[in-house]
């Protein structure tokens, strides 16, 4: 953990801290907005359940540089806002998405509840390895984008005996020693503003 001195906080500006908490509220929001979505899944209202998906990736997409830009870890210095991000990263790519692949219809059934824990177990896993980033900021191993898969299976709808294969295959990369590309925190795929 990241020791913060408590003089640097008492120093700053209560709109600052203020500010800086705010983005841990957006990053938490993203857990009520997946309830929204399994709370659809559930109903079977397939399109509002990925709608909901799509807001929490906006918020995803947006909390870690608001985050960076109002110094939140040494505003917040309490508060852990990597911890709070994994919380609701793996609810909404990895904990509603395998609810809509196990029970969307689209897998062998006997496969659907078995696959769908192993989209849990895997992602959880996932989730807790310290070594899910590598130094350059690229995932090691398929990233638990289990939204995205959820999103093609819905859309593609490929045999119940081929969706298995790739789930199950999806599942096991979790664990594979390659690297995957985030498009946001990958250093030479950022705009800097100054050609190179």
Same mark, same amino acid.
């Given at each position: 953990?990241?020791?913060?001195? =408590? =003089?640097?906080?008492?120093?700053?500006?209560?709109?600052?801290?203020?500010?800086?908490?705010?983005?841990?509220?957006?990053?938490?929001?993203?857990?009520?907005?997946?309830?929204?979505?399994?709370?659809?899944?559930?109903?079977?209202?397939?399109?509002?359940?990925?709608?909901?998906?799509?807001?929490?990736?906006?918020?995803?997409?947006?909390?870690?540089?608001?985050?960076?830009?109002?110094?939140?870890?040494?505003? =917040?210095?309490?508060?852990?806002?990597?911890?709070?991000?994994?919380?609701?990263?793996?609810?909404?790519?990895?904990?509603? @998405?395998?609810?809509?692949?196990?029970?969307?219809?689209?897998?062998?059934?006997?496969?659907?509840?078995?696959?769908?824990?192993?989209?849990?177990?895997?992602?959880?896993?996932?989730?807790?390895?310290?070594?899910?980033?590598?130094?350059?900021?690229?995932?090691?191993?398929? @990233?638990?984008?289990?939204?995205?898969?959820?999103?093609?299976?819905?859309?593609?709808?490929?045999?119940?005996?081929?969706?298995?294969?790739?789930?199950?295959?999806?599942?096991?990369?979790?664990?594979?020693?390659?690297?995957?590309?985030?498009?946001?925190?990958?250093?030479?795929?950022?705009?800097?503003?100054?050609? =190179?």
């Amino acid at each position: 953990m990241v020791q913060v001195n =408590q =003089q640097d906080t008492s120093k700053a500006a209560p709109a600052a801290r203020a500010a800086a908490f705010s983005v841990h509220i957006l990053t938490a929001l993203g857990a009520g907005v997946a309830l929204l979505a399994l709370l659809e899944a559930v109903r079977e209202h397939w399109a509002a359940m990925f709608g909901w998906l799509g807001v929490a990736l906006v918020i995803d997409a947006i909390d870690g540089p608001m985050a960076r830009r109002l110094d939140v870890v040494r505003l =917040q210095p309490n508060w852990s806002g990597d911890v709070l991000d994994l919380v609701v990263d793996f609810a909404t790519y990895v904990f509603v @998405p395998a609810y809509a692949i196990a029970a969307g219809g689209h897998l062998l059934p006997l496969a659907a509840p078995l696959l769908g824990v192993g989209i849990t177990v895997s992602g959880a896993l996932y989730f807790a390895d310290r070594r899910m980033k590598s130094a350059d900021n690229h995932f090691r191993g398929f @990233p638990g984008l289990w939204n995205v898969a959820a999103f093609y299976l819905f859309l593609l709808r490929p045999a119940p005996w081929l969706a298995a294969g790739m789930v199950a295959v999806l599942a096991v990369l979790t664990f594979a020693s390659f690297k995957f590309i985030h498009p946001l925190r990958v250093r030479r795929l950022r705009y800097s503003g100054n050609p =190179q």
